[in-house]
T-cell receptor, first 114, second 112 residues
């Protein structure tokens, strides 16, 4: 069964460093999302992306964050200058046709900012 | 804004016990409702969903009914198994991009 994959599974970085989290969507999926879960807290929506544009973003998704689909397969989340409070599990999700479809989640990337 | 309130955990049950995890929501418009499950070390998997009032979602013996009058979507299973041990998340989708709003998750442990 096709699945969403994410790399790396774990990343440790120093505060102020840039990180790029990668997601490979299911091949025929067109709608993409990033969510994050700070340890012990709820899963929170960050951003949705369709047709090479951001569709919606939350208050969390400030100027330090960006997303892109650089090569037609990967979907990336970049954090330009990481802060301690960016430490969290980051989940990519994708859906097939439109925003009403079920979202399929990847296994997540655990980011630790020191 | 939209929100989901989920039963506090953790929940510990014996195998074959009856399970209920409560979920209530606040939303504008007509959200779709979901239960996702997260097994240890894995991502979120869709367990079941309901897209309109009075719909019942079901999968793997789990059920939940979309109750608009009580704004609830409680998860039930008649006889849990050890393999059901996981974290269960209630969620709703809304907004133009149908982004998911999650509850806080309920850790379920089933003992043999």
């Amino acid at each position: 069964e096709p699945e969403v994959t994410q790399t790396p599974s774990h990343q440790v970085t120093q505060m102020g460093q840039e990180v790029i989290l990668r997601c490979v969507p299911i091949s025929n999926h067109l709608y993409f999302y990033w969510y994050r879960q700070i340890l012990g807290q709820k899963v929170e929506f960050l951003v949705s992306f369709y047709n090479n544009e951001i569709s919606e973003k939350s208050e969390i998704f400030d100027d330090q964050f960006s997303v892109e689909r650089p090569d037609g397969s990967n979907f990336t989340l970049k954090i330009r200058s990481t802060k301690l409070e960016d430490s969290a599990m980051y989940f990519c999700a994708t859906s097939i046709r439109d925003f009403k479809e079920t979202q399929y989640f990847g296994p997540g990337t655990r980011l630790l900012v020191l | 804004g939209d929100s989901v309130t989920q039963m506090e955990g953790p929940v510990t049950l014996s195998e074959e016990a009856f399970l209920t995890i409560n979920c209530t929501y606040t939303a504008t418009g007509y959200p779709s409702l979901f239960w996702y499950v997260q097994y240890p070390g894995e991502g979120l998997q869709l367990l079941l969903k309901a897209t309109k009032a009075d719909d019942k979602g079901s999968n793997k013996g789990f059920e939940a009914t979309y109750r608009k009058e009580t704004t609830s979507f409680h998860l039930e299973k008649g006889s849990v198994q050890v393999s059901d041990s996981a974290v269960y998340f209630c969620a709703l989708s809304s907004g133009s991009a149908r982004q998911l709003t999650f509850g806080s998750g309920t850790q379920l442990t089933v003992l043999p």
